[in-house]
């Protein structure tokens, strides 16, 4: 099913200039693979080199954080909403 | 919750209880929590974006003891969103600049000056002095040491970042809350994740952030309504949205969790630094370079020298060298208009991005390309001077 990825500032360079990207998925780690196949510029920048979802990229299903939900297998409904929320440390 | 500030020594002049009307008519606050805003003791951390407008506040809001720790002198970019610093201000410590404005809206206010580098070795005693943190720095080293010095003295860290026109605001290390680290356990690698310097900062951003900083700091003083704990905002100034996800205690952190590896502050710069050198983000070290004077030399000599400009549209219409332009992200693509039987020259705003670009192109089978040593900012600096900076 088609469900949206929201890109946060930072990572839309990599994502052809989109803020909101469509991806087909049944759970939360098919949602990331499709978006990473679709723009295959934000692989780096969200998985290190063995695959592992980096550690100051946090990925929240709804409002939840999926380290606290099934993770990867989390499944994904229609109405369901992938957030990407990269750590920034701006502040001057 | 034991109240966090010991309001019974504070007393209230005639002149304070006359400005702060409007907060001591209010039902969450009345004389009771103004007096808890005059005992209350709150460290900023940056007198910068962020810093300026929470400062500022805090300062008009009559917070009695006010921290200010900042190193920084005020530069001309930093007018644009700094609101504590003036045209006039320009190459003065920030901290004296800062100081000037808080006394000139609040004389009632102690101001305690932290002229230094936040550090492992300093911040543990800095902090002791205060009730509540706000950090508003802008590096990750500083941000995970705030974060760890509030976790280890027992302190809240009211947190805010921002990025072009996001930014993320919460509340860490209160007793029954998460902490940053629970939120990102580890910081990027560096050159991943763009600063303000370089990815730029909408300058009203920093002021959206900083007042909401300034508003959890002051619900803490006074133990008013929800405090952004255990919550994440997201403010996305540009499409207007206000955005809120949850943020857990994580049992297994390793400074606020049940067994805590991080027992006292450690090397920030390191815990930072040290994952860069395994990072593809920044090149291999042996980028050849050519100095603005040499390839002004040879440019006049008429030698023949491609000059490749990889910044962003919108930076080449700010000034430019007549290179030719191709953004860093559209090299890959666009690779095909260069010659690599000439001899290229790539430049950037400063030699970072075009270090990239050299190394790529060197590894793309264009043997004789070189990056312009400080790019277009020594460009202006030494060889024309009448060329804008940025």
């Keep these: 099913m088609s469900i949206k990825v929201l890109i946060p500032t930072p990572l839309r360079p990599y994502a052809g200039k989109q803020s909101i990207i469509e991806v087909n998925a049944q759970t939360v780690g098919e949602a990331l693979s499709d978006l990473v196949a679709r723009h295959p510029d934000l692989r780096k920048h969200l998985f290190s080199e063995d695959g592992k979802l980096r550690s100051f990229v946090n990925v929240y299903l709804n409002d939840e954080d999926i380290r606290y939900l099934n993770k990867d297998a989390t499944p994904v409904k229609e109405t369901d909403t992938v957030t990407i929320v990269p750590s920034v440390a701006g502040g001057r | 919750?034991?109240?966090?500030?010991?309001?019974?020594?504070?007393?209230?002049?005639?002149?304070?209880?006359?400005?702060?009307?409007?907060?001591?008519?209010?039902?969450?606050?009345?004389?009771?929590?103004?007096?808890?805003?005059?005992?209350?003791?709150?460290?900023?951390?940056?007198?910068?974006?962020?810093?300026?407008?929470?400062?500022?506040?805090?300062?008009?809001?009559?917070?009695?003891?006010l921290g200010l720790v900042d190193f920084d002198v005020v530069d001309y970019t930093n007018l644009q969103r700094q609101v504590l610093h003036h045209t006039s201000d320009v190459g003065r410590l920030k901290l004296d600049s800062a100081i000037d404005k808080l006394i000139a809206i609040n004389p009632f206010v102690e101001i305690k000056r932290f002229d230094t580098y936040l550090s492992s070795q300093n911040a543990l005693e800095i902090i002791s002095g205060f009730d509540i943190i706000a950090d508003g720095t802008d590096n990750f080293a500083t941000r995970y040491l705030v974060n760890d010095a509030c976790v280890l003295s027992g302190k809240p860290n009211v947190y805010a970042s921002i990025f072009r026109f996001e930014g993320q605001a919460s509340i860490f290390a209160t007793e029954a809350g998460p902490c940053y680290r629970c939120l990102y356990p580890e910081p990027p690698p560096p050159g991943l994740v763009p600063s303000c310097a370089e990815g730029g900062v909408l300058g009203v951003l920093p002021g959206l952030l900083g007042v909401i900083q300034a508003t959890e700091v002051i619900k803490l003083i006074l133990g008013a309504g929800e405090p952004l704990i255990g919550r994440l905002l997201l403010v996305d100034a540009l499409a207007m949205r206000f955005r809120e996800l949850r943020v857990r205690k994580n049992p297994e952190c390793p400074v606020c969790g049940a067994n805590p590896t991080v027992k006292e502050l450690i090397d920030y710069n390191?815990?930072?630094?040290?994952?860069?050198?395994?990072?593809?983000?920044?090149?291999?070290?042996?980028?050849?370079?050519?100095?603005?004077?040499?390839?002004?030399?040879?440019?006049?000599?008429?030698?023949?020298?491609?000059?490749?400009?990889?910044?962003?549209?919108h930076e080449y219409q700010i000034v430019n060298i007549k290179g030719h332009l191709i953004p860093l992200g559209d090299l890959p693509t666009r690779v095909h208009e260069l010659d690599s039987s000439r001899e290229i020259v790539v430049h950037c705003k400063s030699g970072a991005r075009s270090a990239k670009a050299v190394d790529f192109l060197r590894k793309s089978g264009f043997k004789r390309a070189a990056n312009l040593t400080g790019g277009i900012l020594a460009?202006?600096?030494?060889?024309?001077?009448?060329?804008?900076?940025?």
């Design chain 2, 1 to 65: 919750m034991a109240p966090l500030i010991d309001s019974s020594q504070a007393t209230l002049s005639n002149e304070e209880i006359l400005r702060y009307s409007r907060h001591l008519i209010m039902p969450e606050v009345t004389l009771e929590g103004q007096k808890k805003l005059k005992g209350a003791r709150v460290l900023c951390v940056g007198t910068g974006g962020l810093g300026s407008p929470l400062a500022l506040y805090l300062a008009a809001a009559g917070v009695g003891t």
């Design chain 2, 270 to 313: 390191q815990f930072c630094g040290i994952r860069g050198e395994e990072s593809e983000a920044s090149p291999s070290a042996k980028i050849p370079e050519i100095q603005p004077e040499e390839l002004k030399r040879r440019l006049d000599a008429q030698e023949d020298i491609f000059v490749l400009d990889v910044r962003e549209p």
């Design chain 2, 379 to 390: 460009w202006a600096d030494r060889i024309d001077r009448s060329l804008p900076k940025y």
